[in-house]
């Protein structure tokens, strides 16, 4: 235990606002981690202010929530837990990716260090997790493709699949049965009006696929402007040539 609370309750929250921040869309606040930990707000609130006393993130009233030096360091080592536990599942163990997060949100808390290296090892040190979120190294370096929510472009716009969103197992079986996976080539057809969908051409097994992609599908999907090239340099190095490095 620590003046915050449990260790893992901590290491929960600590990762969320990670999380949260790490692709640059919206806001880090007491709401938001409420929804993702599935919390009320009021108990979201108690734990930020214990955060904040011990020193673990920053946060003003009704401002971002941000995390010190020492929780990002803490928040860091989870996610890296996180994605190569998700890694190790699909590679080793036949899981699929829709399987994966809620299994390594239980076995985050159980391995130890030394297993976490071995896992690391034997996968030939992967650089980024199933669904194309970037696994942090043994020293806390992050290898972040400059990308951009799908739904942002505009038709005739084309990229390649960057990030998937692990949150809904069921929308990832949707994407699994039409053959959507992470570096395929995309190009924005059209958006239907009054809310209607984006309609967006895969490359797919060779063929170009017409799908059309719902507000939560179309949310889920990041995409690069290049086609990730082979890695550059350690095996932990970022394939894009676009690229944030960040310690």
Known sequence: ??????????????????????????????????????????????????????????????????LTTQGRGRAVEMVRRHRLIETYLVKALGYSWDEVHSEAEVLEHAVSPLMVDRMDAVLGRPWRDPHGDPIPSADGTVHQPVARLLCHLQPGELGYVARIGD?????????????????????????????????????????SVAVDLGLQAAAALWVVEERPSAVRGDPRGCPYPRCRHLS
């Open 167 to 207: 949150e809904d197992p069921p929308l990832l079986r949707w994407f699994t049965d039409r053959g959507i996976r992470l570096d395929q080539r995309i190009v924005v057809k059209e958006q239907k009006p009054f809310g209607g969908p984006l309609v967006a051409e895969f490359t797919i097994e060779g063929q």
């Open 1 to 66: 235990m620590d003046r915050a609370g449990s260790t893992r309750a901590v290491d929960d929250y600590l990762k969320v606002i990670f999380n949260l921040g790490e692709w640059g869309v919206g806001d880090r606040s007491n709401a938001d981690l409420a929804a993702r930990l599935r919390v009320s707000t009021s108990s979201a609130s108690e734990m930020v202010r214990k955060l904040t006393e011990a020193g673990l993130v920053d946060h003003e009233p009704y401002g971002d929530i941000e």
